[in-house]
């Protein structure tokens, strides 16, 4: 099987799959959409995202935080319990920052629970 064969083969089960879940679970969800409709809105911003990350820039969710890409240091330690050390190369890493207003409502919400 070649990989576009594959790749159509995974997208037929992968939309069966949604479509089975959809019948099972109802009609549509309190937002009006189907769940097949809301995953297919999260895999492409997903795409999108990976996209636009792994060219260095961020993407703002406003009112809610930001996704960007972050430059690490190499670095070394040393493995707990043993003599052996490790080097953990330079490289880029995913971040996000939650908004103030997000950070303050989590801890309003929770704050009875400290």
Do not use: C, W
Request: charged share 25%.
């Amino acid at each position: 099987m070649t990989k576009p064969e594959y790749i159509a083969l995974m997208q037929t089960k992968m939309n069966d799959s949604k479509a089975a879940r959809e019948a099972k679970e109802g009609k549509e969800a309190t937002s009006g959409y189907t769940l097949g409709q809301v995953e297919d809105a999260l895999a492409g911003f997903t795409g999108a995202s990976l996209e636009v990350m792994a060219g260095a820039e961020s993407i703002a969710l406003p009112g809610f935080g930001k996704f960007s890409t972050a430059h690490r240091k190499e670095r070394s330690g040393k493995v707990p319990g043993t003599d052996r050390t490790y080097v953990s190369p330079a490289k880029y890493v995913p971040r996000f920052a939650f908004t103030e207003a997000v950070v303050k409502s989590i801890a309003e919400a929770n704050s009875s629970r400290i």
